[in-house]
């Protein structure tokens, strides 16, 4: 499976640009159909050593193999040029050469932007990030001590869990998350021996020396969220040590003071009753419980997540797509302030990401790959300052956005969610035994699959977000077997394909021999809608368009205190504007008596709010008279 070389770069570029300024050809991705010679790091990233006992149900595609237009792939361009190429990494490496760091957590950063910049330089193969990417790498691994130890304390405060020493394991974590991303895609042995080193240190001292409980906060979870690296690095290994320490570190969750995640989802079915309900850390567990489950091949561990993944989108998830007031799970009644500053911490929008796309990959179920939809259009969207530099670290749904400069866990994890955006468009799945492409974008997009010995490249161009209307198209140097899957999502039932089978949320096209020039044509009802909101959000009405939650801007419409009392007549319509960015639209909005007031202008939730401009994203219900 080989990258593709620059002349794919330069249409990634083309892709960006053509989409936005509506100039698509089905032609305008992808060159060559049987792909050009790898200039990107190794032919392919490495494999790992150990095979998951339970099987994905789906495949993801490797960055290099994707190429992702339009509105979203926009963003994730600017992701790559406009934040991670111009991050200052001195300030992250820092804590690690002059011990003790600035602030306890200051150790997590790097890791976070290994992970993100290797990501994003293995989609877009850019020279200058690769050269930054190598140098970080490096800077990081020569801070490593020679028992191991890959952080930011002192001796005295090393793996505790007291004032200013309680993020040592988390740091750590972090670290490795990025050190394993980078060799798998370069090879790079340095990096997997630090990575090792780094946890054979914690092997010696859990629980030789204390419970792994006694390094962390939030009941330890902060500290046992090593549980995804530790299952990673076992892959890649084959080193049965690691997998015994995912075992103690499983657990040790059941130990006396410890989170109980798993009995505590079993028991009460309720996030927000395990442990102390920190959204974040428990997020990062759920990731690491479904690496775990994939190697020892017991879905009871899935069983646990996925009660936690219920409870989260039937009572603690927000429209936007994200969860959390205040970093933790609530009751229903303290999320349900009007304006609230706190609400979806960018960390935690970001882990809400990384367990849709793990459980999607697992099941297949649709249910998680529209749930990955809500929040990269809306909540991680929204938290990315539109020209890409910059992020928030909460993005509340009426109020201000604010989006600045700093270095916190939540401008380190924003990138990471943008830069796996790609990773969520196409996967390779089966069809009794047949290969079948999932397509699980509406953007212009590309994506390669080798299948019977062949390249098979799936062009699609769409008219989306302006209109729904597109078209698949395969080129194949020659002909290859293979089914085809495109996610309907539910704002758009009314997909239509040609002979396709609709079920279960995917459009399937049974499998048959597919020829180079073959196309298959789409087209959806995309327009703007009112809905009423549900549980903790009801009595309250969003408007939306197609999957993009729509917000009122101040300075665009009215004063807060005039539209709050007011509600919307209907759904709003589309201000026509060729190739424009951002959209605008326009809704009529009455008084409590159903009299005409103003009409206000909207912008999707993700452009809403820039330059300290406040915005509304919801209005009461409409009552009837």
């Given at each position: ?278 959204a974040y850390e428990m997020l990062s567990n759920l990731v690491g419980l ?100 910059d992020w928030t670290y909460f993005t509340p749904l009426n109020g201000e ?225």
């Open positions: 499976m080989a990258h593709y070389g620059p002349d794919l770069q330069r249409q990634r570029i083309c892709i960006g640009v053509c989409a936005i300024a509506g100039a698509w050809t089905l032609d305008a991705i992808g060159g060559a159909r049987d792909g050009v010679a790898s200039t990107i790091g190794i032919a392919s990233p490495v494999a790992d050593v150990v095979a998951p006992k339970l099987r994905d149900t789906l495949s993801m595609r490797d960055p290099g193999q994707i190429s992702l237009g339009g509105w979203l792939g926009a963003r994730v361009e600017l992701n790559a040029t406009r934040r991670l190429t111009h991050v200052d990494l001195e300030p992250l490496l820092a804590g690690y050469r002059n011990k003790p760091g600035q602030h306890p957590w200051i150790g997590e950063h790097i890791g976070k932007w290994i992970h993100a910049a290797t990501l994003a330089w293995a989609y877009t193969g850019d020279a200058a990030l690769k050269r930054k990417l190598d140098d970080g790498v490096r800077a990081l691994i020569a801070t490593q001590e020679p028992d191991g130890y890959l952080g930011t304390y002192t001796p005295d405060k090393r793996f505790r869990n007291e004032r200013d020493a309680d993020w040592d394991v988390w740091s750590s974590k972090y670290c490795m998350i990025g050190l394993l991303e980078y060799h798998r895609h370069t090879g790079d042995r340095a990096a997997l021996d630090a990575c090792r080193k780094t946890a054979d240190l914690l092997i010696a001292t859990f629980p030789a020396q204390r419970s792994i409980l006694a390094a962390g906060a939030h009941q330890g979870m902060a500290a046992t969220s090593a549980l995804e690296p530790v299952v990673r690095l076992y892959r890649a290994t084959g080193d049965e040590r690691y997998l015994d320490f995912a075992r103690y570190i499983v657990a040790a969750w059941d130990e006396a003071g410890g989170p109980d995640i798993v009995d505590a989802l079993n028991r009460t079915r309720k996030v927000q009753q395990v442990a102390n309900g920190k479904c690496e775990f489950a994939r190697v020892v091949g017991e879905t009871r561990w899935i069983d646990a997540v996925e009660i936690a993944w219920r409870d989260i989108v039937d009572t603690q998830l927000y429209v936007s797509g994200t969860t959390s007031h205040l970093e933790h799970f609530q009751t229903d009644a303290h999320m349900r302030e009007e304006e609230m500053p706190h609400v979806g911490e960018t960390c935690v929008t970001v882990t809400w990401i990384q367990l849709n796309q793990s459980l999607l990959t697992l099941t297949g179920n649709a249910r998680y790959a529209a749930e990955l939809e809500r929040t990269y259009y809306n909540a991680l969207s929204a938290a990315q300052h539109p020209q890409g530099e956005k604010k989006y600045d400069a700093d270095i916190t866990c939540c401008h380190s994890s924003g990138p990471r969610g943008m830069a796996l955006a790609p990773l969520t468009a196409y996967f390779l799945g089966h069809d009794g035994e047949s290969p079948t492409i999932h397509v699980n974008t509406l953007e212009t997009s590309s994506a390669r699959f080798d299948l019977d010995g062949h390249a098979v490249y799936v062009r699609l161009k769409s008219d989306f977000p302006h209109r729904g209307s597109g078209a698949i198209r395969i080129r194949t140097d020659a002909p290859a077997r293979f089914g085809l899957r495109f996610r309907v999502p539910d704002w758009a039932k009314a997909m239509r394909i040609r002979g396709a089978e609709i079920r279960d949320g995917w459009a399937s096209l049974a499998p048959r021999r597919w020829r180079d020039g073959d196309s298959v044509r789409f087209a959806f009802d995309l327009d703007a809608r009112l809905v009423p909101g549900r549980g903790f959000q009801a009595g309250r009405e969003y408007q939306y368009w197609g999957p993009f939650l729509l917000a009122c801007d101040r300075d665009a419409s009215a004063t807060d205190a005039a539209i709050a009392g007011h509600r919307y007549a209907g759904p709003a319509r589309r201000i026509e504007q060729e190739g424009a960015s951002p959209m605008r639209f326009r809704a009529d909005v009455v008084d409590c008596h159903g009299r005409p007031a103003f009409v206000a202008d909207l912008l999707a939730f993700a452009d809403a709010g820039v330059g300290g401009r406040r915005y509304r994203t919801w209005l009461p219900l409409a009552r009837e008279e």
